[in-house]
């Protein structure tokens, strides 16, 4: 059974920290990797994806890959409460590319 | 900028009713996906369609058909609805085939209970 692991949370941070989120999985065959927010009763929306291993920036954002440790992180700096959502990994099934193995996310809470 | 539309967004059923679940995309995607999700789990996979004329199952078809109709219009059927089927249903679309997965945009979602 291929899986996708993430802490359910909630994780609490205050407001201007940095926030980790951290995701595992199973599947050594996984070649893409993704982070959604899904806000409460709303649908979820792409914020990064990453390939290869190491960390990629975007404003705000950084995800980091390990490969090797088969493992997957979301690093949000300077945290807003509008950040406070449920974040979603999901990682490419290694034997097909077009389905996703998702994770039950984590619920993460901004205090102002 | 409509991008993926569902309908209907809510829908109660009484076990063994029938009932179609409409989505479109506007985007000129080649890949169409039906998701259910259920408290506590990920997304799960239904159905997918890489491009028009093709559909595949996911993780869990039992209970469901779908008809990928034109590149715009991808329907997850219900035929005999059971309380089990009680969930949050997502429609999505994403750009390329044959490229691996990209992005996927979401519908708004229909929120289905079965009694």
């Known amino acids: 059974q291929k899986e996708v692991e993430q802490n359910s949370g909630p994780l609490s941070v205050p407001e201007g920290a940095i926030a980790s989120l951290n995701c595992t999985y199973s599947d050594r065959g996984s070649q893409s990797f993704f982070w959604y927010r899904q806000y409460s009763g709303k649908s979820p929306e792409l914020i990064m994806f990453?390939?290869s291993n190491g960390d990629k920036e975007d404003g705000r954002f950084t995800a980091q890959l390990n490969k090797a440790s088969q493992y997957v992180s979301l690093l949000i700096r300077d945290s807003q409460p509008s950040d406070s959502a449920t974040y979603l990994c999901?990682?490419?099934?290694?034997?097909?590319?077009?389905?996703?193995?998702w994770g039950a996310g984590t619920k993460l809470i901004i205090k102002p | 900028n409509a991008g993926v539309t569902q309908t209907p967004k809510f829908q109660v059923l009484k076990t063994g009713q029938s009932m179609t679940l409409q989505c479109a995309q506007d985007?000129?995607?080649?890949?169409m996906y039906w998701y259910r999700q259920d408290p506590g789990m990920g997304l799960r996979l239904i159905y997918y369609?890489?491009?028009?004329?093709?559909?595949d199952k996911g993780e869990v078809p039992n209970g469901y058909n779908v008809s990928r109709l034109n590149k715009r219009e991808f329907s997850l059927r219900l035929e005999s609805a059971a309380p089990s089927q009680t969930s949050v249903y997502f429609c999505?679309?994403?750009?390329?085939?044959?490229?691996?997965?990209?992005?996927?945009?979401f519908g708004q979602g229909t929120r289905l209970t079965v009694v």
């Open positions: 985007m000129n995607h080649n890949s």
């Open positions: 990453i390939y």
């Open positions: 369609s890489a491009s028009e004329g093709t559909t």
């Open positions: 999505a679309s994403s750009p390329r085939e044959g490229e691996g997965y990209t992005e996927a945009f």
């Open positions: 999901a990682v490419t099934d290694g034997g097909s590319n077009y389905q996703l193995i």
